[in-house]
Every structure is written in C-alpha cells, then in structure tokens.
C-alpha cells in the first residue's frame, strides 16, 4: 500500500501509527510535509490520513519515518485483562525502515530493554505545564541519527499527569498531589495547555505526544536532510 503527498519544497514524513497528530503537528512545525497512517479512524487529525496496518504501508519515497507502536505489551499494565499478551512491536517497525530514509521510533520507558540507544524526553525540556503544574511524560526515542536532548529540569511543582481520560496532579512521589484534581476550565483545558495541543478530545491527549517533542526530533533531522536536498537540485 502506497502512500502519496507532497508539496513543492518541503521534505516528506509519514507518521505511523499516528493517532489524532501530536507527532504529526512537530513534524509539520519542523518543516515536513506529513501524512498519518493509524488502523483506526482519526477524525480529528489535521493533515493527509490513510486509515491502514502501518506495517503494511510502503515506506519509500518518505524523507523521514516516524513509528510510534503500540505500547501497551511493554507497559506495567501489561499483564492486566485486555493487556495480557499484547505484542511487542518495536523490532518489526525497526525492521521495515528503509535503509536510506531518516526514521525514529518512539516508545514507553519500560521499553527501553526493546530499544537500542535510545534517548529519552521530557516535558520539562521544552518548558510544557499547565496551571502550575510541570509536564514530564517521559518518552524514550530511538532514531536513526544523533540526537542531543538537553537534560530533564524537573523542579519543585506538582506534576500534571494527562491520563485516562484525565488530567491528574499526580502522586507525591512523582512530583506532588493536590486534594482533588480540579482545573480551571476544566480537565480538557488543563491537559490541552499542558500537551501543547488543542484540537482533541480528552481521550486523544491521554494517548498523544506533545508535538514539541516531534519538533524537536523532526529539526535535528531536517538539518541532515536540507543538505541532501540542495546537492540533489544542483
């Protein structure tokens, strides 16, 4: 299965396994021309979609390759009803890359043992939070190419947490808990400021990836492919 989008001038990316587009914004925002590719429908995702199994997608043809499988084989949930036996996804994405395209994979820090070399993020990087709170939301991703996150600035405010359908000001030993979770405006307004993100549903944002997170990767490997680009127009 083919996918096929691009504008003029801008390099090409597909998310896989895209969800409603938090990776899908960062890349755009990097400067990609994306297209998404989720099995289920994503109503709400804001540019070119194929609803598809992402392992079936052909991925030549793309500058960059973003994969985010599904985490929940990996997870501390893994072995609770309706997890039991998830499987584990990350080596058949990994091997499906095209061996001359950028490509990054993204994943849960309890699939680090999966994963080789990977780097990890944090809201704290990129200065993420909401009504007093700081965002953390550790992912971990593993690429193709260097990356160079700055180091986590986790500091004395509580932690928000956007899960479940929920915002939460988590537990102590994650940065801090109020007495009950109430937000101005409400759980979707905390979680949308918090994420970076304003266009989905409560249940989207639990399951999404601040799109700074894929900024920042999509500009470290924008600077390799703008390069290649201007030598192959000369």
């Given at each position: 299965?083919?996918?096929?989008?691009?504008?003029?001038?801008?390099?090409?990316?597909?998310?896989?396994c895209?969800?409603?587009?938090?990776?899908?914004?960062g890349?755009?925002?990097?400067?990609?021309?994306?297209?998404?590719?989720?099995?289920?429908?994503?109503?709400?995702?804001?540019?070119?979609?194929?609803?598809?199994?992402a392992?079936?997608?052909?991925?030549?043809?793309?500058?960059?390759?973003?994969?985010?499988?599904?985490?929940?084989?990996?997870?501390?949930?893994?072995?609770?009803p309706?997890t039991?036996?998830?499987?584990?996804?990350?080596?058949?994405?990994?091997?499906r890359m095209?061996?001359?395209?950028?490509?990054?994979i993204?994943?849960?820090?309890?699939?680090?043992?999966?994963?080789?070399?990977?780097?990890?993020?944090?809201?704290?990087?990129?200065?993420?939070?909401?009504?007093?709170?700081?965002l953390?939301?550790?992912?971990?991703?593993?690429?193709?190419?260097?990356?160079?996150?700055?180091?986590?600035?986790?500091?004395?405010?509580?932690?928000?947490?956007?899960?479940?359908?929920h915002?939460?000001?988590?537990?102590a030993s994650?940065?801090?808990?109020g007495?009950?979770?109430?937000?101005?405006?409400?759980?979707?307004?905390?979680?949308?400021?918090?994420?970076?993100?304003?266009?989905?549903?409560l249940?989207?944002?639990?399951?999404?990836?601040?799109?700074a997170?894929a900024?920042?990767?999509?500009?470290?490997?924008m600077?390799?492919?703008?390069?290649?680009?201007?030598e192959?127009?000369?």
């Amino acid at each position: 299965m083919t996918v096929a989008s691009h504008q003029c001038g801008r390099p090409r990316a597909i998310d896989l396994c895209c969800k409603a587009g938090g990776v899908s914004m960062g890349l755009h925002r990097a400067g990609f021309d994306v297209v998404g590719v989720d099995v289920e429908p994503q109503p709400r995702y804001p540019f070119p979609f194929m609803q598809a199994d992402a392992l079936t997608v052909d991925l030549h043809g793309f500058d960059f390759i973003w994969a985010s499988p599904h985490c929940q084989g990996y997870t501390a949930l893994r072995h609770a009803p309706g997890t039991k036996g998830k499987p584990l996804m990350i080596g058949r994405f990994r091997d499906r890359m095209p061996v001359k395209a950028l490509w990054a994979i993204e994943n849960v820090e309890a699939a680090a043992w999966d994963m080789r070399d990977p780097v990890t993020l944090c809201g704290s990087m990129f200065g993420l939070g909401a009504q007093g709170c700081q965002l953390q939301r550790h992912r971990l991703i593993e690429a193709n190419f260097d990356l160079e996150p700055p180091p986590c600035a986790h500091d004395d405010r509580p932690v928000i947490g956007v899960y479940g359908g929920h915002a939460r000001r988590r537990a102590a030993s994650a940065g801090g808990r109020g007495t009950r979770d109430v937000w101005e405006g409400g759980h979707k307004a905390a979680a949308s400021e918090a994420m970076g993100i304003d266009w989905m549903t409560l249940g989207e944002l639990s399951e999404a990836i601040p799109p700074a997170y894929a900024e920042f990767v999509g500009r470290a490997a924008m600077r390799l492919i703008r390069p290649e680009m201007r030598e192959a127009a000369e």
